[in-house]
């Protein structure tokens, strides 16, 4: 049984780029969220996306952005890229929106913004 | 808001040393804590948890508390091995809120 994967693992971007992570969560997972970790922080939440749609956000500008597919898989996208962008993208799944104790992490994507 | 504050690291022990890391909290109402663990190169996995007050949770000889009158939840091993080195995160998360991390501890055990 897969986990949650994310893809790429690694990437490189400059400032005012824009860039779509990816995400497949666990399987019979259908809820999705989003974090953000900065080196040397604890992961800060994005969002969270369940049938569709955006269910929770938390302290982000709208430059970031996501989309879930009817397989549940879900992107990421981050408009007009700052040098602060760059950190660990975890994505994380759970069976059921709202169980929080029940997520699972992806290994995550790291942005480099230059 | 909520919010965990968590010991600073770096701490390093020597092989079979005894653990605590601390963890409190600020909530409203009854939170679910948490301990994740992240090895190197990898994503968080989550290593305990306690739903309410006076729960220990435990996992791979780790244990923690939810004391509710000091708003504590405090990491503890008794024998720690160098395959432990990794960074722990608390967190809570409350109602249907998202999980609410703590900054990480990282921890090197050394043989």
């Known amino acids: 049984d897969a986990g949650v994967t994310q893809s790429p693992t690694h990437l490189i971007k400059t400032r005012g780029q824009q860039v779509t992570l990816r995400c497949s969560p666990k399987?019979?997972?259908?809820?999705v969220s989003w974090y953000q970790q900065a080196l040397g922080q604890g992961p800060q939440f994005i969002f969270q996306?369940?049938?569709?749609?955006?269910?929770q956000r938390g302290n982000f500008p709208d430059r970031f952005s996501g989309h879930q597919f009817p397989n549940y898989s879900s992107e990421l996208n981050v408009n007009a890229l700052l040098l602060g962008d760059s950190a660990l993208y975890l994505c994380?799944?759970?069976?059921?929106?709202?169980?929080?104790?029940?997520?699972?992490f992806g290994p995550g994507t790291r942005l480099l913004v230059l | 808001g909520n919010s965990v504050t968590q010991m600073e690291g770096p701490v390093t022990l020597s092989e079979e040393a005894f653990l605590t890391i601390n963890c409190t909290y600020t909530a409203t109402g009854y939170p679910s804590l948490f301990w994740y663990v992240q090895y190197p190169g990898e994503g968080l996995q989550l290593l305990l948890k306690?739903?309410?007050?006076?729960d220990k949770g435990s996992n791979k000889g780790f244990e923690a508390t939810y004391r509710k009158e000091t708003t504590s939840f405090h990491l503890e091993k008794g024998s720690v091995q160098v395959s432990d080195s990794a960074v722990y995160f608390c967190a809570l998360a409350s109602g249907n809120t998202p999980l609410v991390f703590g900054k990480g501890t990282r921890l090197s055990v050394i043989a």
């Open positions: 306690a739903t309410k007050a006076d």
């Open positions: 994380a799944s759970s069976p059921i929106s709202g169980r929080q104790e029940t997520q699972y």
């Open positions: 996306y369940y049938e569709e749609e955006e269910r």
């Open positions: 399987s019979g997972h259908d809820t």
